[in-house]
C-alpha cells in the first residue's frame, strides 16, 4: 500500500517544465550566431540548382512507371536510397530453382561491343547504343508475334509498369509479376524490361545483353518489381532481335512455370 502511495504522490512534469526542456534542447539553434545562418543561406543556391539541374535530367528521360512531375521525381529521389550498387552483378540462385532455368548459355551468343550508358530508376533508360526505327519496328512486330502466334496463352496490352507502352502478358502466371506482364518495350530508346529466372538473368547478365533493373533487389522492393526484373538492351540490328526473342519466349516460361515453346 505504501508502493502504492509513493507511485501515485510522485510529481508528473507540468507542461511548462517540458516546454523548458525543450526550448533550453533548442536554444543553440535558436540564439545561433550569423555564421549558422549565413552557412545555411550560402548552401541554398547549390542545392537549388543541383536539384533543378537533376529534374531536368528525370524529365529528358521521358514518361515512365511515375508520375511524369516533380513528385514523380521525388518518389524516385528517395528509391534511390535503395536501388542495387552494381546491377550487372547477378543475384545468388535459390537452392531450389539452380540448373532449372530456361536459357541455354551456349545458344546465347556474346553481345558484341561495350555496354550502353543507363541512367534512372523509372523511367530506367539507355542514354547511349540507340536503335535505329527500322529495327525497333522489327522489335516491336517480333513481340505481337509471339502474342499472335499463341493467342490462348499470350496477349498484347498496356504495360503495368510503364503505363503508357504496350507489354506482352501471359494469361498463366506461376511466378508472380504485375499482372502476368512478361516484358515491354520503350520506343524512346529501344531497350526492354522483362522478368527472367534467376539463373536466366545471370546469363543475360555474363553474355552482355542486359542489367538488373535497380530496384531488383527482393524484399520490400517487391512492390515496385519482381527480383528477377532486368533490362534488356536495345537491339542494334535484326540479328540481334532475334537473339532477343529468344530471351524473350524464357521470360514467357518463367513467368508461366513451364517450358512452355517445347510443347
Known sequence: MDVLSNMTSAPMPSSASIENQLYFSFSPYIFAGPSFWTFVLMLCPPLIYLTYKDYNTFLSLGPGGTPYNFKGYMTITFLRLFALSN????????????????????????RGSNRP????????RQTTQRPDQDVFNHLSSSIMQLAKDYPQD????????????????????????????????????????????PEDVKTVLEAGWGERHPLSRGGWCRRFVPPGFVMIYAPRSKEEVETIVVIIKAGVCWVRGEKFFAK
Open 154 to 197: 499470350l496477349r498484347i496490352a498496356t504495360s503495368t509498369f510503364e503505363k503508357h507502352c504496350p507489354g506482352l502478358f501471359s494469361n498463366r502466371q506461376v511466378n508472380t509479376t504485375k499482372m502476368g506482364e512478361v516484358c515491354h518495350a520503350h520506343d524512346s530508346d529501344g531497350s526492354m524490361h522483362m522478368t527472367l529466372h
Open 117 to 124: 550508358n543507363v541512367v534512372g530508376i523509372a523511367p530506367h
Open 87 to 110: 546491377p550487372l552483378r547477378p543475384s545468388p540462385v535459390p537452392k531450389e530453382l539452380q540448373n532449372t532455368g530456361y536459357l541455354d548459355s551456349s545458344t546465347i551468343s556474346k
